[in-house]
């Protein structure tokens, strides 16, 4: 952690706040079942991050763009840290643009954060609020990616992949998503297979 944190000068973005869009699935269950962790109502937080920019880190370490099949940077946490898939908790943001910012039906996707632009916040994290983080918040580092639910970002932070395609992690694909209103958990899952 200290070794990253004197090889790249900290980031201060002005504040956080993260927010999990499940926070109200305790109710929304009661209602029809859904899938993924039971949360209540209080899965928000705003906190002063600091930490290495992404985008030094990935040029630091000479990570290949788009044009050479780095389309996604893939995020993992610790091994056996949850019960289904491979018992790991990982995301994936777009290492490019995400849209063709020349085209007007997809205006309100031109400002998706991708890993590269220097101008995105996106942290590799290790203070917050000025302390070193501890371990509820994901000692020693975790991803913080502003403009991303919550549940995009990785605590306990174990690995950082370059790849062509998004994440296939478990949780990526089966509990962080939005779904039609007409999808319930049993079709969810035949068309996940």
Not at 10 to 18: I, M
Not at 88 to 107: E, Q, R
Not at 157 to 163: A, G, H, P
């Given at each position: 952690?200290?070794?990253?944190?004197?090889?790249?000068?900290?980031?201060?973005?002005?504040?956080?706040?993260?927010?999990?869009?499940?926070?109200?699935?305790?109710?929304?269950?009661?209602?029809?079942?859904?899938?993924?962790?039971?949360?209540g109502p209080c899965a928000v937080s705003t906190s002063y991050w600091t930490g290495v920019k992404l985008s030094d880190l990935l040029k630091h370490v000479g990570a290949k763009g788009p044009k050479e099949g780095g389309k996604h940077v893939c995020f993992v946490g610790p091994q056996g840290e949850l019960p289904a898939?491979?018992?790991?908790?990982?995301?994936?943001?777009?290492?490019?643009?995400?849209?063709?910012?020349?085209?007007?039906?997809?205006?309100?996707y031109k400002q998706m954060v991708n890993a590269m632009d220097p101008a995105n916040d996106v942290l590799i994290a290790y203070k917050q609020n000025g302390r070193w983080l501890n371990v509820d918040h994901g000692f020693p580092v975790r991803t913080i990616i502003p403009g991303y639910i919550g549940g995009?970002?990785?605590?306990?932070?174990?690995?950082?992949?370059?790849?062509?395609?998004?994440?296939?992690?478990?949780?990526?694909?089966?509990?962080?998503?939005?779904?039609?209103?007409?999808?319930?958990?049993e079709l969810a899952n035949k068309e996940g297979e």
């Open positions: 952690m200290g070794a990253m944190a004197n090889r790249a000068p900290d980031h201060e973005p002005p504040f956080v706040t993260l927010i999990n869009p499940a926070r109200r699935r305790k109710e929304e269950n009661m209602h029809k079942k859904s899938i993924g962790f039971n949360w898939g491979d018992g790991t908790y990982g995301t994936s943001m777009p290492m490019g643009k995400a849209m063709d910012p020349a085209n007007d039906v997809l205006i309100a995009r970002t990785i605590k306990w932070l174990c690995t950082i992949k370059v790849q062509e395609q998004e994440s296939s992690n478990h949780y990526h694909y089966m509990d962080n998503r939005v779904l039609p209103s007409h999808v319930d958990q």
